[in-house]
Each structure stands twice: as C-alpha cells, then as structure tokens.
C-alpha cells in the first residue's frame, strides 16, 4: 500500500484512537484458553520456568526468527528449526495461537489477530492458576529478566526485582544482570532478596582463588521430595560484555564442576536434581550428553521457545533438555512423578502467554503502575511512525536493526555501521507510533556509548570472523549466543560451515571489493573496552531518537543480509 | 559462600609462612628447574620443534590419565588458567605447550618423586589454538590437548 505522509499520519491517528489495531478475541476459538491454560495436575513435583524477559513487564509483539540455522550436526535439529519445520517437528497444529507463538509465519497478520504477548500482570495470573493446581511447586527465572527496558535500566533492575517478588520467584540465576556490576547483584541477592528468592550459580567463581560468588544450588522440598536446583550463569558474561562489570568474577562451563556439584546433590538426598541455565541451548545440548545425574536443564539465553523437551542420553540416564523463548511470551510448567527416589514420568508444557486470554492480575499491575509513574512521559514520548514491521531477531539482521544501522550511517556521516546481534528487542506492527520506549527497548544497556572507528578492510573481517565464529562455531562450548553483527553499507557473503577464517567473503562496499589495507570509516555502539567507556560518547539511544524525529515516519528497507553460501535446504530459515 | 579464614590468613601474611614451609621440605626447589633449562624446547617455534627438543616422540594421547582443565573461551587470552592433573604412576614431569604461541612450550614442571602431580597456573596466548599437557611418567610420554579460543568479545546476548 502505497501513501504520502499526511495519509499515513492521519492512518496512524485512527490507530491509536482504536479503531484499526484489532484487539480481536474473536481469532481465538472458543475453547482456545481452556485448551492451552486448563492444565490437570500431573506427577509430584512441578517446576514452572521463565527466562530471559529482558524486562518486558508489558504485554508486548515479538516476531520469533525466520532464520536460524544449524550448522554441522547441528544441521536440522532443534532449536535450529524455524517456521513449518518447528511445526512439523514438535506436531503444532499450523493455524493455532501456539503456532502463531513459536513461529513468524504469516506473522503481521497472526500478531493482529492474536495480540499482544507476555505481561508480567497476565504471567502472574497464569503462576497462580498453575499454582493452585500444583501445591508446593517452585517458580525457575533463568535470568535476563532485570534488562532490556529503559525502566530497568534507570532502576538498576529494581522495578523487575521487585516484580519477580510478586511473581514468586524461588530461584534465579544470571545474566546480563552482571552488566549492573557486581556489587549490586550481591547488594541484592543479600538484601532484598534474603529469605525469599536463591541466586545460585555453580559456574562463577573469583578469580584469585576461585572461591564460589554464590551457593552453587539449593535443596527445596516439594511434596516432601528433595529437589536441588544448580545454578549456571552465563558462561561468557565477561567476554561478551564488558569485563569491568565483574572484574573479580570468573565464569566459564565449568563441567567438571557441575557433574561434582550434582553427586554432591545426589549425595545430601536430592531426588531430583535440575540446571537452571543460562548456557543457550546448543550448550545445554552437549552439557546433557558429558554429564550425568541431571534429570532436566531449564535452558535459555538464546531465546528459543522449544514446545517439548529434547531427551539426551548420556553414559548413566536421560536429561531433558528446554528452552523458554523471551520477552515473557512463555511460561514452561514441567511435571515429575517421582516415586522410591526417582522419576518416572514426565509432563511439559511451554504455555505462551496471550495478554487477550488472560486477566490481568491487581496486585502486579499496581506494582506496575508504581515503578512506571516517574518515566511515563519521558518514555510514551512519540519520535515517529513506522510504515512497516520492526523487528530485529534473526541470524544477521532485522529491520529494527536495519534502523538503527541507517541512523548511524547517517548520523555519524560513516559509510559502514555495525550493530550487535543481540537477540532481545521487541517487534512493532506496521502502523504503530515509535516511542522512546520502543527505542530503549533495542537499546537500554549500561555500556550504550555511539562510536566511530577508522579500520582497515581486513580488520572489518577479522571482526566479521570472530563474531561468526562465536555463532557457527561446530562445537557449541565455542559458541557464545546472540546472532551475528549487523553490518549497514557493507556488503558480503557469508558461509557459516566453513572454518573460522573463511566464513566471511566476497565484502563489498559501493560495488567495490573492499581493500584490506584501506582504512574506512565505521559507526557503532556497545563497546566493551574500559578504553571506551572513559572516552565517553553520546548514547545509541539519543542518537537513534534524534533520528526518529527528523525522518517522522520511517519507510522500512530491506535490512541489509550477506548472500548465504552452503545452506540452502537448511530447515533453520524460512 | 567464600572462604574468609583463608583469605584473612594470607592477607596478614600467613601465605609468606606457607611458602617457607614448602621450600624447607623440598616441595618448592627452583634451583632445580633452572638446572633442568632446555633452552632450545624453550625457544622453539612450532610444536614439533619443541617435542624434538624435549627428546619426545609421538606421545600416546590420554585423556583419562591426564586431566587437563583450561576455559573454552579465554576470559582475558594473558591469563589463561590451567590446570592438570596426572594420575599416572611416577610422574617426573608435566610441560605445557600452546599450539599457536611465538614459543610453543610455556612451562615445565618437575615433581620430585613422592609429589602429588598437579599444578595449576597461567599461560598468555596470543589466538586461538590447542593447550597440550604433555606428562612424563616412568620414562614414557603421555598427552591430552583441548582447544582453548581467544576472542575479541562483545556482541553476545
């Protein structure tokens, strides 16, 4: 559909007085919410799991990939399954609001016609409702939960603590809850949170004599049964982010450790014995297959909402292996019939949140309210309209991402940008105003500084390899999550199953072969070096604001992808 | 959670004492390294080259006997923590090599007989590549490797 401005304005006004965004229950089917909500009782032990909200406290749309390959033999597995291929593999029905969940097919449409998802007030209905029907069962956050808003950023996570709280949060563990520093996580975990919620992580230690920062795992009972949960961070917080956060804090796998931590578990009576992680799914894969004595990892970090279990074997017994998706679109119920000290059966259930099934519960939405109140205005702020769909998750780009990489070419006056493939940033429909908190949404990190590099050509790539390779890597202990850096201005082709080195080809910018000792002119945000943190610079978000304000209603273009060499057939893209 | 009685020994200065007691029962002899200096294993540039320096050939690879404990990925690639442990009768030496180092072999560490065979300490490296221990037990020469990578960084999440 083709309009002017004007049009398009006037369009937009008619949207937000409500008449066109449909909130539209009637897509749903009669029996939708009783089917996917109305959940029996099964087995002894229940475990509800959410992950990575990147503290989207609002209902909110997030558009999940049409691209995410497998590579190697990781090649048409999960979570490397996108679209009809997830479908088919886990036996979703196409048509269906789970199907509209886990995948982007025909997804502008379906998120009109299902509406918006997650919601912390709509979340904790569910956990009650869950709850009631499974006494005694613990609520899992595998961490990402006090990022990825502007609210929780300026708070330091404050409004999500506290909102965990109310949820009912038992356990938790970490990730880009370092990038607050290290002192307030332990400010927190010992204040705050004393009594009430455990952060446990097996995995960090300091770094002068390798002393645990946090209890490894907690014995809770349930039931009368003894359940351990062993924490795992981030094995990568340090490198992926920046290090001074945590400056004393060592991370890693740590594999021998965990299968150590988990006899000592097994040793003091745990009759079940989980992993809270936040390893990403490739990790937790290989993890279940050299470890033994774990009856289920609750996975997350790279964001896949995987409906079932994936059973790996390994030399004793059996682990199932989940993965909670983001941005509080799932809440995973997992259920254990434990009997004479073992478990017999399981049931699991990734149940998406949908806001337009769910009554909001009162007491969350006043927590809400609360911490909301003193940036209202400054995040409800409209900079622009957009025209088409914004989103960003994706192995190499997306469109918010593609916005981003132009308002850094072009404000910035560099003919090349990099943006990181971070895999958390909400979706907006075609139609929708873009405000501040939109903004902050792709962008509320504490290290959020604009940057400008002269680098020679065969930098660029020696960046472009490192970053694959931390993607593509064959070995998943190699691999570090988060998709690959969005490249603006700068054209390639990448082969993500050739060897570190080679991945990246054929760079062009402006039709020409990029020069590899030709110094050229990059923009980009979210460095990690102390270096540029004390040089300072303005925020990606001002940035991208000032941006928003000049162009007024922004025309969405194609995102800039590389040409993709070997991986046609691959059933992780659309 | 951390050991404060530990940490409160070696900050006022009961570490200094510990380390005199190694060295008065032989567990620490430095003299003794330096009496062992290879200096043409030390300045060899490529691993086959450091192995002929050292007199070893084709080392049976163990993974069993030998466990080798370094990061996947380098937090920071000047510090990289190793650890190995033998569990091989009579051990008489453990070096370590870095694949891809300007000098592949990092350290050489020899346990007098009736030593427990673990060390742990720190290797600088310079790019992604294997980290080898190389054991020496009864005469005989054993290995076990594992790839650490040497990352920029940023980018995840």
């Known amino acids: 559909m083709e309009m002017n401005r004007r049009e398009f304005l006037q369009i937009l006004a008619i949207a937000s007085a409500g008449g066109f965004l449909l909130k539209n229950s009637s897509s749903y089917a009669a029996n939708d919410a009783t089917r996917m909500y109305d959940l029996p009782r099964y087995g002894n032990v229940s475990l509800m799991h959410i992950t990575d909200s990147h503290a989207q406290l609002n209902p909110i749309y997030f558009r999940e990939p049409e691209i995410n390959l497998g590579i190697g033999a990781m090649n048409g597995l999960p979570p490397h399954l996108v679209g009809n291929a997830l479908l088919k593999h886990f036996g979703v029905q196409s048509g269906t609001p789970e199907a509209h969940a886990y995948t982007s097919l025909n997804y502008v449409e379906a998120a009109r016609n299902y509406g918006k998802v997650g919601g912390f007030a709509h979340l904790a209905t569910l956990v009650k409702q869950i709850r009631a029907s499974r006494p005694g069962s613990l609520l899992l956050d595998g961490g990402d939960t006090w990022q990825g808003t502007g609210q929780a950023m300026w708070s330091k996570g404050q409004d999500m603590i506290e909102a965990c709280l109310e949820l009912g949060v038992d356990v938790m563990t970490m990730h880009w809850e370092c990038t607050y520093g290290a002192q307030r996580i332990k400010d927190v975990e010992e204040g705050i949170l004393h009594g009430k919620m455990d952060v446990v992580a097996q995995n960090v230690k300091t770094t002068d004599f390798g002393d645990p920062v946090f209890k490894p795992y907690v014995i809770r009972e349930i039931n009368t049964i003894p359940v351990a949960i062993i924490g795992q961070a981030f094995p990568y917080s340090s490198i992926a982010n920046p290090r001074y956060f945590v400056p004393d804090w060592s991370y890693g796998i740590q594999e021998e450790n965990l299968q150590l931590t988990i006899d000592e578990a097994r040793k003091k009576g745990a009759q079940v014995v989980v992993l809270l992680s936040h390893n990403g799914m490739d990790v937790d894969l290989k993890l279940a297959s050299r470890v033994s004595g774990l009856d289920a990892i609750f996975g997350g970090h790279t964001h896949d909402g995987i409906p079932a279990p994936i059973a790996v074997k390994n030399r004793v017994g059996t682990t199932l292996v989940t993965n909670a998706g983001s941005n509080g679109k799932f809440l995973g119920v997992l259920d254990f019939e434990v009997k004479a000290g073992k478990v017999v059966s399981f049931q699991y259930k990734l149940l998406p949140v949908f806001a337009n099934q769910l009554t909001e519960d009162k007491s969350m939405v006043a927590l809400m309210q609360k911490h909301r109140a003193p940036y209202e205005s400054k995040l409800s702020e409209k900079l622009a309209a957009t025209e088409g769909l914004l989103y960003r998750r994706g192995n190499f780009n997306g469109s918010f991402d593609q916005l981003i990489l132009d308002a850094l070419m072009k404000e910035k006056d560099a003919p090349i940008a990099f943006s990181p493939g971070f895999r958390w940033g909400t979706s907006l429909l075609p139609g929708s105003a873009i405000t501040m908190e939109d903004v902050l949404n792709q962008t509320a990190i504490t290290y959020p500084t604009t940057t400008v590099t002269n680098m020679t050509g065969a930098q660029i790539k020696t960046v472009l390899e490192d970053v694959g390779d931390n993607l593509f890597n064959p070995d998943p202990y190699y691999q570090q999550g988060g998709d690959m850096v969005r490249v603006g201005g700068l054209e390639y082709t990448c082969e993500p199953g050739a060897a570190m080195g080679n991945r990246i080809q054929d760079m062009q910018l402006n039709g020409k072969p990029l020069d590899a000792n030709k110094t050229y002119k990059v923009a980009g945000w979210a460095p990690v070096s102390e270096a540029a943190r004390d040089k300072g610079g303005e925020p990606i978000w001002d940035l991208l604001a000032r941006h928003l304000r000049n162009e007024k209603v922004v025309k969405v273009s194609t995102p800039n992808v590389p040409k993709l060499r070997g991986v046609a057939g691959n059933p992780g893209m659309l | ?157």
């Open chain 2, 1 to 157: 959670m951390i050991n404060m009685e530990r940490r409160a020994l070696l900050k006022t200065g009961g570490g200094i004492g510990l380390f005199a007691l190694f060295s008065a029962v032989g567990l620490l002899k430095p003299g003794l390294a330096m009496a062992d200096w290879n200096k043409s294993a030390f300045s060899a540039k490529n691993l086959d080259e450091a192995l002929t320096a050292m007199g070893v050939n084709k080392p049976e690879v163990n993974d069993v006997f030998i466990q080798l404990t370094v990061p996947e990925i380098a937090e920071n690639g000047a510090i990289v923590p190793v650890k190995v442990v033998s569990t091989y009768p009579n051990v008489e030496r453990i070096s370590i090599l870095v694949e891809k180092n300007p000098n592949v072999l990092a350290a050489n560490f020899i346990f007098p007989q009736g030593t427990e065979p673990m060390l742990t300490t720190r290797v600088k490296m310079g790019q992604t590549c294997s980290v080898i221990a190389l054991v020496k037990a009864d005469g005989k020469y054993y290995r076990s490797s594992k790839e650490v990578k040497v990352t920029a960084g940023g980018c995840g999440g």
